[in-house]
């Protein structure tokens, strides 16, 4: 069964940092491109990051460009992102999701529940 | 930059049939997948690829696209399909990135 338990969220202040982490089991995590996608309070969904099976192509969208990182580690089955500069604009649930492929370009098959990430003096 | 237009509500009687769209400039030209979200629940995909549909969803969900509109169809609508749905695309331009439609409400009066 696939399973993407994601954690790291919580309470920040404007300017500071985060690391989301998602841990992946039930399937071959170095075989499938993965995403990031978040959703802010009572609103729809908006993608934040994808990157490959490999990890040499990575995308971002232009709100969080040059202020997230997204990574992974095979031998840890383990998504992340590493999140700097937050704003308040920035709060939101963060879902991982998994592509069906090894390339990202396609659709999200499986999806955690998400971790909670505000951003509040 | 490429936007994805839907209704924001959909109203349906059960046992009826449900049409949602997802609007975009060529949208036929695109691949189209669907999520239904329910409250305090993570999407689940429902339609990917335009037409297919992954397994264990059942065959009342079918989708189409073609011009500049793509359709989520759900026949004998049943209570339980009430959620939010919601299309994507990758717009793989010059800066490829993932778009999603603003959601669609359904309420199964």
């Known amino acids: 069964e696939v399973q993407l338990v994601e954690s790291g969220g919580g309470l920040v202040q404007p300017g500071g940092s985060l690391r989301l982490s998602c841990a992946a089991s039930g399937f071959t995590f170095s075989s499938y491109a993965m995403s990031w996608v978040r959703q802010a309070p009572g609103k729809g969904l908006e993608w934040v990051s994808a990157?490959?099976?490999?990890?040499?192509?990575?995308y971002y969208a232009d709100s969080v460009k040059g202020r997230f990182t997204i990574s992974r580690d095979s031998s840890r089955n383990t998504l992340y992102l590493q999140m700097n500069s937050l704003r308040a604009e920035d709060t939101a649930v963060y879902y991982c999701a998994k592509a069906p492929y090894s390339y990202a370009e396609t659709n999200f098959d499986y999806w955690g529940q998400g971790t909670l990430v505000t951003v509040s003096s | 930059s490429y936007v994805l237009t839907q209704p924001p509500s959909v109203s349906v009687a059960p046992g009826k049939t449900a049409r949602i769209s997802c609007g975009g400039n060529?949208?036929?030209?695109?691949?189209v997948h669907w999520y239904q979200q329910k409250p305090g629940q993570a999407p689940v995909l429902v339609i990917y690829?335009?037409?297919d549909r992954p397994s264990g969803i059942p065959e009342r969900f079918s989708g189409s696209n073609s011009g500049n509109a793509a359709t989520l169809t759900i026949s004998r609508v049943e209570t339980g399909d009430e959620a939010d749905y919601y299309c994507?695309?990758?717009?793989?331009?010059?800066?490829?990135?993932?778009?999603f439609g603003g959601g669609t409400k359904l309420t199964v009066l």
């Open positions: 994507q695309v990758w717009d793989l331009r010059s800066d490829p990135n993932v778009l």
């Open positions: 990157i490959s099976n490999s990890g040499d192509s990575t």
């Open positions: 690829s335009d037409t």
């Open positions: 060529n949208i036929g030209s695109k691949s």
